[in-house]
């Protein structure tokens, strides 16, 4: 069982797939910082100085039965702008990866063949030929 789990454990994927976790919740913070840093300040400044940190509905106790309750609703308009950040983010970079591999294909197919590949293919079509005519022979002779 250990040695089962060592070769699962030191498989390349499983360390990609560690890295990426890694890059992952680093570009979270740095996206949430954005937000928050940048963005809500000014879009808050855009919409008449609104802190949406600040912004919540207090639920008066009476209701709730003594205690003070509010929700926040302020956070989770902060959180969708974090998303919709983090997700064009996402796209735009898979987007540009997508457009990279695309140009290596295009150059591995639109590139020459080797004088090496076009001697060999040279070979390839010769024999197929002379099998084709041993073929026929074989045909003929049979009759």
Request: charged share 20%.
């Amino acid at each position: 069982m250990f040695k089962e789990f060592k070769e699962f454990a030191l498989k390349g994927s499983i360390f990609d797939l560690a890295i990426a976790v890694v890059i992952g919740t680093a570009f979270s913070k740095i996206v949430t910082s954005l937000v928050n840093d940048l963005i809500m300040p000014i879009l808050g400044i855009l919409i008449g100085g609104i802190n949406f940190n600040n912004l919540k509905y207090d639920i008066p106790s009476s209701i709730v039965g003594g205690t003070s309750l509010s929700i926040s609703y302020g956070l989770f308009i902060q959180a969708i702008i974090d998303f919709l950040i983090i997700a064009f983010s996402l796209f735009i970079f898979i987007q540009a990866i997508q457009s990279i591999k695309k140009k290596e294909i295009k150059k591995i197919v639109g590139s020459k063949p080797s004088n090496e590949e076009m001697l060999l293919i040279e070979i390839r079509d010769l024999l197929q030929e002379r099998n084709l005519l041993q073929e026929k022979n074989n045909i003929k002779g049979s009759k």
